[in-house]
C-alpha cells in the first residue's frame, strides 16, 4: 500500500475536532492560500487518493500495542516483571485487571480509532461530489472507507461498549460531545454492519485490488466477525461461506511462512496492516517488545539475528511473553508451535523463557523491522464458518476445521463441540489479538482469567516474577469485560 502521509499524533484534546477544524466555515468563511481545507483538497480524483491513503495510516500506531489488550488481557501472554524498571504499570494494569479510566493505553486507542473515523467521514461526506475519471475507482475508495469506518467502530464497540457514533465531519466543539444512548451499543453494531455490507458491494475482489488494502473478502470477513460476535449465525454462516466460494484466498502450505514478510498479503491474508522496515517511519518493531527483559546485546543478537555489535542490551519489561497454559495447549506434532512460541536462556535470571517468535524475521536495523500484523486470516474464515456451521446445525463444521488442523501437521477431528472449536481458534490464532475477545463474546472471560489469575497469584514465579515478588493484592479481583471510558474524554464530555 503506498501510505504517504506523514506520520501524525495530535495533542488536541479532541482529536475529531482537531482534524476537522480546518474546514469549519463558523471560524473561516474565505479559504486560505496556505494551508488545504475541505473546500480546496476535494477537487480530483487524485485528492482522494491520498486521502484514503491518510485513513490507513493511523492502523500503523492502533495495532503497534493492541496486543496489550487483545492478547496481555488474556491467558495467553503475560509480562515479564522487572523490579528494576517500574515504567510498565500502564501494561502491568491491563493485564491483571486493575487499570483505571487514567490508563494512556486506553486513550491511544481510543484516539487512533476516531482518527481513522474522523479521516473516513471526510472521503465519504465529499466523495460523491465529485466526478471520477473512473467510476470503479470511486467505488473502490468509498468502499475503502467504509471498511475502515466499521473496522474501528467494532474495535472501540468491542474494548469500550458504548461509545460516541460520529458518522459526519466534526466542525463545532458541540459536535465533539455526542450523547450515549442507553442502545448505544445496538446502534454502534447496526452501524457497522451498514458499512460493511455497503463496502462489500463497492469493493473489487482481491486479485483486482492493490495490494495491503481493504477487499470484498476484507468486508465480508469483518462483517463474519460481527455476526459471530452478535451470535447472528446463519448470517455469519452465509456470509462466511461466500468468502470461500470465491476462491480467493487459500491457507499457505506453511503455516511460519504465512507471517514472513517476504510473503505479505500472500493468499491467505484477508487484510493485515502494513509495516515498512527502513528510515521513513513506517517500521514495526513487535520482536522488541516481545523479548524478555532485562536481555543482554548479545542474548539480543541471538533472537533476532543481528550481529552483537549492532544489536542493544534491553532492560525495560518484556510484554506479551507466552504463558504455560497456552505451551501447554499445543498438541504434540502441531507445527504451530515452534512457527510460534521461541526460548532464550536468559542470563539475569537463570531461566529458560518463552518469547513470541511469530513476528521474528530477518532484518538489517536495529529496532525497526518489517513485519505486518495480520487482522483477518482464511484460516480465520475456515474455525469461524466451522462454529457457524455447529450452532445452526447445517453443513459440515469438521471439514473447514480439519483444514486447518492439517496444515498444522496434525490428523482429523471426527467428532466436535464447541470447546475443540475454540481451542483451534485459540491456537491458529495465537499473538493475533483474537483470545481476549474470544473470551468475552463466548462468555468465558470470568471463568478462565479468575482461574488464570489465581494460579498466578499462587505461583508468580511460574509467570516471570522474581523470587519475593508477584502481581499486586488487587489483580484479578474483578473481571471487567469491557474498559473504562479514557478519563480526558469523560471529563471533557458533558454526555459521560
Not at 499457505?252 to 484477508?270: H, M, T
Not at 470447546?419 to 483474537?434: C, V
Amino acid at each position: 500500500m503506498n501510505l504517504k502521509l506523514e506520520k501524525m499524533k495530535t495533542k488536541i484534546v479532541y482529536i475529531l475536532l482537531a482534524i476537522s477544524l480546518s474546514s469549519c466555515s463558523d471560524f473561516l468563511e474565505i479559504d486560505s492560500e496556505t494551508q488545504l481545507s475541505d473546500n480546496t483538497f476535494f477537487k480530483t480524483q487524485d485528492d482522494f487518493g491520498k486521502a484514503i491513503n491518510g485513513v490507513y495510516a493511523p492502523l500503523r500506531d492502533l495495532y503497534s500495542t493492541a496486543f496489550v489488550m487483545g492478547e496481555m488481557r488474556s491467558d495467553n501472554s503475560y509480562y515479564d516483571y522487572n523490579e528494576d524498571n517500574r515504567g510498565g504499570n500502564r501494561v502491568e494494569f491491563i493485564s491483571d485487571f486493575t487499570e483505571d479510566s487514567g490508563n494512556t493505553l486506553l486513550q491511544e486507542k481510543w484516539d487512533y480509532n476516531y482518527a481513522i473515523i474522523s479521516r473516513a467521514n471526510k472521503v465519504l461526506v465529499n466523495i460523491d461530489d465529485i466526478e471520477f475519471d473512473d467510476s470503479n475507482l470511486q467505488s473502490n475508495i468509498k468502499g475503502q472507507a467504509l471498511f475502515l469506518r466499521a473496522l474501528s467502530y467494532f474495535d472501540l464497540v468491542q474494548y469500550f461498549g458504548s461509545v460516541p457514533l460520529h458518522l459526519d465531519p466534526v466542525t463545532t466543539l458541540e459536535e465533539t460531545a455526542l450523547p450515549l444512548s442507553p442502545t448505544q451499543v445496538e446502534v454502534v453494531y447496526q452501524q457497522i454492519m451498514n458499512d460493511a455490507q455497503l463496502a462489500a458491494t463497492l469493493l473489487p475482489n482481491k486479485a483486482d485490488q492493490e495490494p495491503g488494502r481493504a477487499t470484498i473478502g476484507s468486508a465480508k470477513a469483518l462483517l463474519g466477525n460481527v455476526y459471530i460476535v452478535l451470535k447472528m449465525w446463519t448470517q455469519a454462516a452465509t456470509v462466511l461461506q461466500e468468502i470461500v466460494d470465491s476462491q480467493q484466498y487459500s491457507l499457505i502450505p506453511n503455516y511460519a511462512n504465512v507471517f514472513d514478510p517476504n510473503n505479505k498479503n500472500n493468499a491467505e491474508s484477508i487484510f493485515e496492516v502494513q509495516y515498512l522496515e527502513g528510515p521513513e517511519g513506517y517500521s514495526s518493531n513487535f520482536i522488541y517488545d516481545f523479548l524478555p527483559q532485562p536481555i543482554t546485546a548479545d542474548e539480543v543478537s541471538q533472537i533476532i539475528g543481528l550481529p552483537s555489535d549492532v544489536a542493544q542490551s534491553k532492560t525495560d519489561e518484556g510484554l506479551n511473553l507466552p504463558t504455560l497454559d497456552i505451551i501447554a495447549s499445543y498438541e504434540d506434532g502441531d507445527l504451530r508451535e515452534d512457527a510460534s512460541i521461541g526460548y532464550i536462556n536468559i542470563s539475569a535470571s537463570g531461566k529458560l523463557t518463552p518469547y513470541v517468535a511469530k513476528y521474528n524475521h530477518a532484518h538489517s536495523q536495529f529496532n525497526n523491522t518489517n513485519d505486518n500484523w495480520p487482522v483477518y486470516r482464511y484460516s480465520e474464515v475456515l474455525l469461524s464458518l466451522a462454529e457457524a456451521l455447529y450452532e445452526t446445525g447445517s453443513g459440515d463444521p469438521l471439514i473447514y476445521l480439519n483444514q486447518v488442523r492439517n496444515r498444522a501437521g496434525l490428523g482429523d477431528v471426527v467428532t466436535i463441540d464447541k470447546a475443540i472449536i475454540l481451542h483451534e481458534r485459540r491456537i491458529e490464532l495465537a499473538f493475533e489479538n483474537k483470545r481476549w475477545l474470544d473470551l468475552v463474546r463466548t462468555d468465558n472471560a470470568e471463568t478462565v482469567m479468575k482461574a488464570f489469575g489465581a494460579n498466578v497469584i499462587a505461583n508468580p514465579q511460574d509467570y516471570f516474577f522474581p523470587i519475593g515478588t508477584g502481581p499486586i493484592p488487587s489483580a484479578y479481583a474483578v473481571i471487567n469485560t469491557t474498559f473504562p471510558l479514557p478519563s480526558r474524554e469523560v471529563i471533557l464530555n458533558p454526555n459521560f
